[in-house]
């Protein structure tokens, strides 16, 4: 039996106004308790969970939000600023075609031009990009039973036969872990589970369970 992906996390210094930025770019159904609930085929819930602390490092993992055309690449960018996103800088390219954006929290995502062919037949989440190893790509293949649908020059890519956006880890070079993630995958299954997940190369620890790259995911 695998677990399955009920939530990706945010840790949000104000969870409400992070889950009303969210449920309205993404057109999700919003939850009492600052849980949003696709209305696509995305296939798991958005949680925001208070912290105290600010967010002070670029995050693991982002979600890449497809286009259609150029005129709907430069709405959604729109539509993004005017919920409160603003523009930041990364490191990108000039050449490089996707706009980059941070939400109220300062959590990085970026809006993809269109043609790209990688997420072609995505919908408009289109991928939850993470930095991360090949090794770790492999685990969260088998932890899931998601289908492995990239692999090459140690990079990886896996997405659910149902459907929804990929899940992607873009190999090395990548930054060395410090502290806490902010954003975190909460699984679902049965609690006998964790001894799978601990043979396929997550750990138990004094916090939790961590992925064979260090970060930290629940099982509940």
């Not at 600010?54 to 600023?81: C, G, I, Y």
């Not at 990108?92 to 959590?107: I, W």
């Not at 989440?125 to 020059?153: I, M, R, T």
């Not at 806490?180 to 006998?192: I, S, V």
Request: hydrophobic share 35%.
């Amino acid at each position: 039996m695998t677990s399955k992906l009920h939530a990706l996390c945010f840790a949000a210094t104000d969870p409400a106004r992070l889950a009303r930025f969210w449920a309205e770019l993404l057109d999700w159904t919003p939850q009492e308790d600052y849980t949003l609930l696709p209305t696509d085929d995305t296939g798991f819930r958005l949680r925001f969970l208070p912290a105290e602390a600010p967010k002070t490092r670029q995050n693991q993992m982002h979600f890449d939000l497809t286009s259609t055309s150029l005129e709907d690449q430069r709405r959604t960018v729109a539509k993004a600023l005017d919920l409160g996103a603003r523009h930041i800088d990364i490191g990108q390219l000039p050449e490089e075609e996707h706009v980059v954006l941070a939400d109220p929290d300062g959590n990085e995502f970026c809006v993809i031009e269109p043609g790209n062919g990688f997420l072609a037949d995505c919908g408009f989440v289109g991928a939850l990009a993470c930095d991360g190893s090949q090794e770790v790509g492999y685990f969260w293949s088998k932890a899931l039973g998601w289908p492995l649908v990239w692999d090459q020059d140690q990079e990886t890519a896996i997405r659910s036969p149902h459907g929804g956006p990929k899940i992607t880890w873009g190999g090395p070079p990548f930054a060395p872990k410090t502290g806490k993630n902010r954003l975190h995958f909460e699984l679902t299954g049965d609690p006998h589970e964790i001894d799978r997940l601990v043979s396929l190369g997550a750990a138990v620890t004094d916090t939790g369970l961590i992925d064979p790259d260090g970060n930290e995911f629940t099982l509940g």
